[in-house]
């Protein structure tokens, strides 16, 4: 289970793009899965001999800054960019293959959008403001550039269990299961604690927690090569995904809550009075 790129991430590739496509010009786009494309106006054939001025990040999403143009993109659970030196000259063959949508650069590299698997939730859309895609307009905060004084209004503003709320992109941007699993463990929070009634010394610890293992994780993946990202998410990890291996900061076994297209993990000792979590609670946690 690789999950979906969330802040550090998507960062990343936002960087990595300003380093390596910036200043180059659009060749061609190329689209093979019809669906992953969300607009028709413009059409992406008018990104065709504009310059990419750079490239940054909403929330999850990425965007890339092409003339006065916007190619957001929302990579959902499986999806990822290739970035190649040379693309070769084979076109694509459309709706076969796991590649989406293909960006060729005047050098002749460029980056394939592509998508594993049979859930095809990638999303591309061609805007001339950021804002006008949907999931863009709907974000709350950024996470990391919320202060201690928003994140805690975000967070109270719903009331419901903490990895729900702080899942919420809504709420805040950028945290999705993976970083919210990390973030509750270094946080010493259970998933499952009510925001409303969040004492204010654990939000304080909140949103130590969410700046740090941010921070961290966005140390560790700018940098590195968008071939390598996921490995390096992985191996940064002290929780989420490591159900029934030890806690590496009290050697507790991390255990698990599974829903029916999710799952979370957590330490008992560090993070519910070293107490199991009951699966029946989770029906209220997916909405
Ligand atoms: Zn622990």
Known sequence: MEGMPELPEVEALAEFLRERAAGRTVDRVDVS???ALKTYDPPVSALSGLPVRGAARHGKFLDIEVGELHLVIHLARAGWLH???SLGTTPLKPGKGPIALRVRL????GFDLTEAGTQKKLAA???REPGSVPGVAKLGPDALAADAETFAARIRSRRGQ???????QSVLAGVGNAYSDEILHAAKLSPFAITDKLPDEAMARLYEATHAVLRDAVGRSVGQKAATLKSEKRSGLA???????PCPVCGDTVREVSFHDSSLQ????CQTGGKPLADRRLSRLVR
């Open 33 to 35: 899965a019809i669906s």
């Open 125 to 127: 859309y061609l805007v």
């Open 162 to 168: 903490l990895k729900g709320v702080l899942t919420d």
């Open 83 to 85: 970035y190649r030196e």
């Open 266 to 269: 957590y330490c008992p000792t």
């Open 106 to 109: 005047d050098d002749g590299s």
């Open 239 to 245: 929780v989420h995904a490591r159900t029934g291996l």
